[in-house]
């Protein structure tokens, strides 16, 4: 076989043969994982005569005729055509407000500058493609404050994880209003949210936010009918369900039980959807045609996921590449009998969604009323899983046979799978970006802001194939420009900050990538360290991230103090190789130490190297925590609700399933509650008053040198 040939399907293919870890050690794929990945991407390359014919698929497109259906382009800038035309070619541009212009090619290949945003029409020949015309960068914080250097702060929260009388068990939209109300009182201009997207209705031991059916609908157990409905009707349902001696029960736990709550929400739910469709009055007949409209709206996205979860729930059946071959094809004449048959099950899942919609649309109204310059900032996970209703209803746009994971780094020595199936970069190209489109757009409807996590996801994913161990996966290349010209283009028009979670094995000049087009990475304080160590004080943090103490994935500031984090390691077997607990105590002392001088709760002259936790009152490392993230040049702070409240337990230890509750745990309080204590309030004012310092401390380099300050 042709060494050579191998490479040039390899690079055609997207498939990156060399590559950097965490430590700067470079590896390249040996030919036996190459061929494998090269299968699970669509391109065969066993032999001679298949990689032949994979490099002859993966041909650039020889006229307008065979172009994909959207083309990017950034605004004010010439755009490269997908095949090369000849000078003078004639091209008819008619814009999204209807402005029509027509020109000739003035150089071979090259489309002239267009200065409107906008997904418009081009047409050369009987060829017609949509041009999405991007800003050259996002919608940034600082054009949502009309401030160069703005200093804003917010909370973090998991959405399950907000308390309600009424809420059933499961942190919902009602809550989270509530919560935003309260934030924005204490001067919060954002909530950051855990992600929202849909998940099974019919495994409702499936509860990871982050390995969700669909990124394109939403949770509907986050729902709170009662803000559309009225009290009134939803008493009726659980009273009609008999679900009421459950409910307090499940209100009342430390741990969210979520088949518990889920099956319990989801019995009475079905009750008030029935009551509302059976109902003549005045306002029953106006819901149902908000319902309607909401239905038509969601057209064929929405569609498809209710006919999916009706279909899986009917069948028994959780994943549906073991359906009968005639309703795996999401537009067949099988599912569309299904839909007719059982049309009142489809109207159900719509009803959710139209429920679960309209509450976030209502946090977010409230949000933005309270006087929150961002309001809502919505997750969006880096996949879904294989089984579920994205992968169903956009088979042609995902790869089968390949999850989404992580090499091998310093946190996580053996690498990572993590089960979920990635878009196809040849897929997504020949649709027309439709799946990435409207996720984003699903996680903008509601927000002022999207955090888009493993965002190096737009560049490069590292792809695990089924059954193998995660350091036997490999990097692939995506279409990058195209996908950032798409969220510039997306967040502009919602008007949208994006975040991008940028932590782990980042490429060379990547964060450099994401500040030039107005993306904030993510800077976590446990992570903020010079060569020696120590941690780095506020001056010396990123520009051009956000700031925050932990993340769901790693210790509250809290735990990390006490080594709760090292007692569940432990516990659990996942200190590393030659690593004991004693070990990490021992280290987390020294931590604790450095921690604390850099916070200005020890001498720096002092000699101490090691701190015991209880040398220090946990509330002094949360207030002076907050103070340091607030002093930072980052344009937004955001402080996890766990940190303001000085819990110890993180919501998720990677690494494990149900050895930790992962994605369980509840808030202490009701949310109108939370912030009731001095010590709460005091913190989040200490934030706020370091916001506006920093705020004020805003000097230019340019303008320093020129007052001659050294």
């Known amino acids: 076989m042709s060494e050579e040939r191998l490479d040039a399907l390899t690079e055609a293919a997207g498939l990156i043969g060399e590559w950097q870890d965490s430590k700067g050690c470079t590896h390249r794929l040996d030919d036996a994982t190459r061929r494998e990945l090269l299968a699970g991407l669509g391109f065969p390359a066993e032999n001679a005569s298949e990689i032949d014919a994979s490099l002859e698929r993966l041909r650039p497109p020889a006229s307008p005729a065979h172009w994909p259906p959207l083309i990017t382009a950034e605004q004010g800038r010439g755009t490269a055509l997908p095949s090369v035309l000849p000078e003078g070619t004639r091209y008819v541009l008619v814009l999204e407000n209807g402005e029509r212009r027509e020109g000739r090619l003035p150089r071979a290949g090259k489309l002239p500058p267009v200065e409107t945003p906008g997904y418009h029409r081009l047409q050369i020949?009987?060829?017609?493609?949509?041009?999405?015309?991007?800003?050259?960068?996002c919608f940034t914080l600082a054009d949502a404050c009309d401030s160069e250097t703005p200093r804003q702060w917010g909370l973090a929260a998991q959405l399950y994880a907000l308390r309600r009388p009424g809420d059933g068990g499961?942190?919902?939209?009602?809550?989270?209003?509530?919560?935003?109300?309260?934030?924005?009182?204490?001067?919060?201009?954002?909530?950051?949210?855990?992600?929202?997207?849909?998940?099974?209705?019919?495994?409702?031991?499936?509860?990871?936010?982050?390995?969700?059916?669909?990124?394109?609908?939403?949770?509907?157990l986050h729902a709170a009918p009662e803000a559309l409905l009225g009290e009134e009707p939803v008493k009726r349902a659980k009273d009609i369900s008999g679900v009421n001696d459950a409910l307090p029960r499940l209100e009342a736990e430390p741990l969210l039980d979520w088949p518990a709550a889920a099956i319990a929400k989801l019995t009475w739910l079905r009750a008030l959807c029935e009551d509302l469709m059976q109902r003549e009055d005045a306002k029953a007949v106006r819901l149902r045609q908000a319902l309607?409209?909401?239905?038509?709206?969601?057209?064929?996205?929405?569609?498809?996921?209710?006919?999916?979860?009706?279909?899986?729930?009917?069948?028994?059946?959780?994943?549906?590449?073991?359906?009968?071959?005639?309703?795996?094809?999401?537009?067949?004449?099988?599912?569309?009998?299904?839909?007719?048959?059982?049309?009142?099950?489809?109207?159900?899942?719509?009803?959710?969604?139209?429920?679960?919609?309209?509450?976030?649309?209502?946090?977010?109204?409230?949000?933005?009323?309270?006087?929150?310059?961002?309001?809502?900032?919505?997750?969006?996970?880096?996949?879904?899983?294989?089984?579920?209703?994205?992968?169903?209803?956009?088979?042609?746009?995902?790869?089968?046979?390949l999850s989404i994971g992580a090499p091998p780094d310093a946190f996580n020595v053996h690498g990572q799978d993590w089960g979920l199936a990635p878009f196809s970069p040849q897929g997504l190209v020949r649709s027309g970006f439709r799946s990435f489109i409207d996720m984003l757009r699903a996680g903008f409807a509601h927000a002022g802001g999207l955090r888009i996590d493993h965002v190096m996801g737009l560049m490069r994913l590292w792809l695990v194939p089924h059954g193998k161990a995660p350091t036997a996966g490999g990097y692939v290349r995506y279409p990058f420009d195209d996908l950032l010209r798409l969220v510039a283009l997306e967040s502009w028009r919602h008007r949208a900050i994006v975040i991008g979670e940028d932590?782990?094995?980042?490429?060379?000049?990547?964060?450099q990538r994401l500040a030039r087009h107005g993306i904030l990475g993510m800077r976590v304080l446990w992570f903020e360290r010079d060569d020696d160590g120590g941690f780095l004080p506020p001056a010396q943090w990123s520009r051009d991230a956000i700031a925050t103490?932990?993340?769901?994935?790693?210790?509250?500031?809290?735990?990390?103090?006490?080594?709760?984090?090292?007692?569940?390691?432990?516990?659990?077997?996942?200190?590393?190789?030659?690593?004991?607990?004693?070990?990490?105590?021992?280290?987390?002392?020294?931590?604790?130490?450095?921690?604390?001088?850099?916070?200005?709760?020890?001498?720096?002259l002092a000699s101490s190297t090691v701190l015991e936790a209880t040398e220090l009152p946990v509330s002094q490392v949360l207030d002076a925590g907050a103070q340091q993230l607030g002093l930072t040049p980052a344009p937004l702070t955001l402080l996890p609700v766990e940190d303001a409240l000085g819990l110890e337990e993180q919501a998720n230890l990677p690494g494990t399933l149900d050895e930790h509750p992962n994605w369980r745990r509840r808030l202490p309080d009701a949310t109108a509650r939370l912030f009731a204590s001095t010590e709460v309030r005091d913190r989040l004012e200490q934030l706020a008053m370091a916001r506006r310092q920093a705020a004020q401390a805003v000097t230019t380099p340019e303008t320093a040198d020129d007052d001659g300050d050294e």
Not at 302 to 329: K, M, N, S, V, Y
């Open 125 to 137: 020949g009987d060829s017609v493609r949509t041009l999405a015309v991007a800003p050259p960068r």
């Open 292 to 401: 309607a409209a909401f239905r038509q709206r969601g057209g064929s996205t929405l569609e498809h996921h209710c006919r999916f979860e009706a279909l899986q729930q009917r069948l028994g059946i959780l994943d549906w590449r073991q359906w009968p071959g005639e309703l795996r094809d999401p537009t067949g004449p099988e599912v569309a009998r299904f839909a007719e048959v059982d049309a009142r099950d489809v109207e159900f899942h719509a009803f959710l969604q139209w429920l679960v919609s309209e509450g976030l649309a209502r946090a977010q109204a409230s949000a933005r009323e309270a006087g929150m310059t961002v309001g809502l900032i919505a997750d969006l996970a880096v996949g879904a899983d294989a089984a579920g209703s994205q992968a169903w209803s956009r088979q042609a746009e995902m790869l089968e046979g």
């Open 503 to 511: 932590l782990g094995t980042v490429p060379p000049g990547f964060r």
């Open 170 to 220: 499961i942190g919902d939209t009602l809550a989270l209003e509530r919560l935003v109300r309260h934030a924005a009182e204490a001067g919060a201009a954002a909530v950051a949210i855990s992600p929202t997207h849909a998940m099974f209705s019919a495994d409702v031991t499936r509860y990871s936010p982050y390995a969700p059916s669909s990124r394109l609908l939403y949770n509907v």
């Open 549 to 604: 103490s932990t993340t769901h994935d790693l210790p509250t500031l809290a735990g990390w103090w006490a080594g709760r984090d090292i007692e569940w390691r432990d516990r659990l077997g996942l200190l590393g190789e030659g690593r004991d607990a004693d070990g990490e105590q021992a280290e987390r002392r020294s931590d604790r130490a450095r921690l604390a001088r850099s916070f200005g709760l020890l001498d720096p």
